[in-house]
């Protein structure tokens, strides 16, 4: 059966019907691959291939953002005194955080609808690699890597699971995500990669604590197969299609 496109749009939480309709005459809307503007075009939700900004819409209803998370915000729908992480994406029915970054952390956040891939994203049962890019108060020690492979204990009833551990040399890649404040003044051994697949409190802040040094930035760059844009700056979003098959 055929719907209009500003209803099909709405349906899939991509906006209210007046947000929806104003990104269709922004000419962000591909039906089949061609452009459309007019929010009345009929579309069939079985065979149509639809797309917001090149990223296709789930005809399940579904919806899912790859949020770049600004620090100063905060991962719930609703708060009394902080902004949420809900004010950076269009207001859909039903959106929720996947997952908790904490107030100071930045990076990738996923913000969806899809109750069961949040699911999946964060059961420990999955084992979903998330990636933290950290700057320390101090250079790390190459021992790390031994520690965080085996669990070292951070104060809950069981030590962490094995983690990846890898210490960025100046000319690294990832180096690219810092905040270029972090980027100018960074001694060598500061900036590591850690890779977890739980997601206890703090769990970040606390490993590092453990072995004696205090994160002064952090960063989410991966969770799953998603990576974050580099292009994608702080507080933007775009719409994605979590994969969780090939990770
Ligand atoms: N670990 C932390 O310590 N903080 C985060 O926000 C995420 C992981």
Same mark, same amino acid.
């Given at each position: 059966?055929?719907? =209009?496109?500003?209803?099909? /749009?709405?349906?899939?939480?991509?906006? @209210?019907?007046?947000? !929806? $309709?104003?990104?269709? +005459? +922004?000419?962000?809307?591909?039906?089949?691959?061609?452009?459309?503007?007019?929010?009345?075009?009929?579309?069939?939700? %079985?065979?149509?291939?639809? #797309?917001?900004?090149?990223?296709?819409? #789930?005809?399940?209803?579904?919806?899912?953002?790859? /949020?770049? $998370?600004?620090?100063?915000?905060?991962?719930?729908?609703?708060?009394?005194?902080?902004?949420?992480?809900? *004010?950076?994406?269009?207001?859909? &029915?039903?959106?929720?955080?996947?997952?908790?970054?904490? $107030? %100071?952390?930045?990076?990738?956040?996923?913000? @969806?609808?899809?109750?069961?891939?949040?699911?999946?994203?964060? #059961?420990? =049962?999955?084992?979903?690699? $998330?990636?933290?890019?950290?700057? /320390?108060? &101090?250079?790390?020690? *190459? +021992?790390?890597?031994?520690?965080?492979?085996?669990? !070292? *204990?951070?104060?809950?009833?069981?030590? @962490?699971?094995?983690?990846?551990?890898?210490?960025?040399?100046?000319?690294?890649?990832?180096?690219?995500?810092?905040?270029?404040?972090?980027?100018?003044?960074?001694?060598?051994?500061?900036?590591?990669? /850690?890779?977890?697949?739980?997601?206890?409190?703090?769990? !970040?802040?606390?490993?590092?604590?453990?072995?004696? =040094?205090?994160?002064?930035?952090?960063? &989410?760059? #991966?969770?799953?197969?998603?990576?974050?844009?580099?292009?994608? +700056?702080?507080?933007?979003?775009?719409?994605?299609?979590?994969?969780?098959?090939?990770?």
């Amino acid at each position: 059966m055929q719907i =209009r496109l500003d209803k099909f /749009l709405a349906d899939a939480g991509i906006g @209210t019907r007046r947000e !929806v $309709k104003s990104i269709i +005459k +922004k000419k962000a809307v591909t039906v089949n691959g061609d452009c459309v503007v007019k929010p009345e075009t009929k579309v069939d939700p %079985d065979t149509d291939e639809v #797309s917001v900004n090149g990223s296709s819409v #789930s005809p399940r209803g579904t919806v899912t953002y790859l /949020l770049h $998370k600004p620090a100063g915000y905060v991962c719930a729908t609703e708060d009394s005194r902080f902004p949420t992480v809900m *004010e950076l994406v269009p207001r859909g &029915r039903d959106l929720f955080p996947v997952g908790r970054l904490d $107030k %100071d952390t930045e990076g990738l956040l996923l913000i @969806t609808n899809d109750g069961a891939m949040a699911h999946r994203m964060l #059961s420990p =049962r999955s084992h979903v690699d $998330k990636t933290y890019l950290a700057v /320390l108060d &101090r250079p790390a020690e *190459e +021992k790390y890597a031994v520690l965080f492979e085996k669990g !070292v *204990e951070i104060g809950d009833d069981t030590p @962490t699971l094995p983690a990846k551990f890898e210490i960025c040399d100046m000319r690294h890649p990832a180096l690219e995500y810092l905040p270029e404040e972090y980027r100018i003044n960074l001694n060598p051994g500061q900036a590591v990669l /850690l890779t977890i697949h739980e997601g206890r409190y703090h769990q !970040v802040k606390r490993m590092f604590q453990a072995v004696g =040094r205090e994160v002064i930035y952090l960063k &989410r760059v #991966s969770f799953g197969q998603l990576v974050l844009p580099l292009s994608l +700056k702080k507080g933007e979003a775009v719409l994605c299609q979590p994969d969780l098959q090939s990770s």
